[in-house]
């Protein structure tokens, strides 16, 4: 991730709580989690958020903390970073990359 964010990451506020929810294989991920949510700016619902995410509910069945989090990535104009191309590679209109493709 070091790589690829060069500034102060902005987050969905799914992923704030998707992150502190999972528990992770290494619980010394938790710390890591913890201060790149405390790092990050929180992204809260808005109303271009939840119209961007009901078209994408609509045309893709996304599952809704995921059709969240991309309609907070298209209406900001970030680039999602995720390792869920399932998903977010055919979210029209959406900058999409998996770090763990990138070597």
Same mark, same amino acid.
């Given at each position: 991730?070091?790589? &690829? ?5 902005? #987050?969905? $506020? @799914?992923?704030? &709580?998707?992150? *502190? ?5 290494? %619980?010394?991920?938790?710390? #890591?989690?913890?201060?790149? &949510? ?10 271009? &958020?939840?119209? *961007?995410?009901?078209? #994408? /509910?609509?045309? *893709? ?26 998903? $977010?590679? /055919? ?5 999409? @990359?998996? %770090?763990?493709? @990138?070597?």
């Amino acid at each position: 991730m070091d790589k &690829i964010v060069d500034d102060k990451s902005n #987050i969905s $506020f @799914i992923t704030a &709580i998707e992150l *502190q929810a999972w528990n992770p294989p290494k %619980p010394d991920d938790l710390l #890591i989690y913890s201060k790149f &949510i405390t790092g990050s700016n929180i992204v809260l619902v808005e109303p271009d &958020i939840i119209t *961007q995410t009901v078209l #994408i /509910r609509k045309t *893709q069945k996304l599952k809704i903390p995921d059709a969240i989090i991309a309609a907070t990535a298209i209406v900001n104009n970030f680039t999602l970073l995720a390792d869920n191309d399932k998903d $977010f590679k /055919r979210v029209k209109g959406l900058k999409y @990359i998996n %770090p763990s493709a @990138i070597r």
